[in-house]
């Protein structure tokens, strides 16, 4: 079964990477065998880039970025991390452009089939958690509706509050098949083992969070969720101007790049399509 699964993963177009080291198999001290996963959730033409910093500097200007998700896979579970863009946009002749003309949104493919190319089915995951609750991280979040969600407390009071269901009717109807609620009140180790810790970044939205992952690679990993959106962002510390709050925001980069640098750990900025074909690369050796 495990050679027809990889094999599988070779032929597909995701990427993977087994991190068990068989040769630890007889210490007491075995690392748990994590694998990770990076998917695609959908591509997005960002037509007024300007929207994505306090000031003019991106006037005129547009930007094609991606839509990551990814699947770990731990021995007490897997976690789904973000659900891309809608579903919905999958099929569709043309890319959406939404009314405002801001964004052109794409989604190629499923998350069911893209987890079948893994040998995977969404009853095989024990959790879902998403950086936050904007339209193109929440697309297929309702498919897990027998998983556990992890959710900031803060972040699930806002999107799901009586007004926020009248007022961003999308962003809630893509949540609200989610039943199972862990609501988290900061960091959150997923399996109690220090490999999979979820970190409260706030500001992009009120209960935004980042992903960390010590997984037996050469450097443990971290996921920006939508903390930057591309690498100018993060060298000039801009935050886009829809935040929910600017300056909470740029207090949780100063906490992650602290963080990043007290792990030594390989930054993924998770709409960067260069960090995508990077992590893509990386799962491969
Ligand atoms: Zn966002």
Known sequence: MKKIILLLIGLSIISCKDTK????ASNNDVPPKIT???LDGGKIVANKLDLFSEDTTYTGQSKILADAFYVIQHPKGNLMWDGGLPENLVGMPE???DPSGAFTVSRKDSVVNQLKAIGLTVEDFK????SHSHFDHVGHANVFKNSTWLVQEN???FFTNDSAQIKQPDIYNAIKELKNVQKLNGDHDVFGDGTVVIKTMPGHTIGHQVLYLNIGLEKPILLTGD???FDENRTYKRAPMFNYDIPMTKKSMEAF???AKEKNAN???QHSQEDFDRLQTLLKK
Request: proline share 4%; hydrophobic share 45%; no cysteine.
């Open 21 to 24: 080291k068989d040769e630890d």
């Open 36 to 38: 990770l996963h990076v």
């Open 95 to 97: 890319p959406f452009t």
């Open 127 to 130: 959790y879902i958690a998403l």
């Open 155 to 157: 972040e699930y009071d």
């Open 227 to 229: 903390l930057y959106h």
């Open 257 to 259: 790049e602290a963080f």
């Open 267 to 269: 930054v993924f900025i």
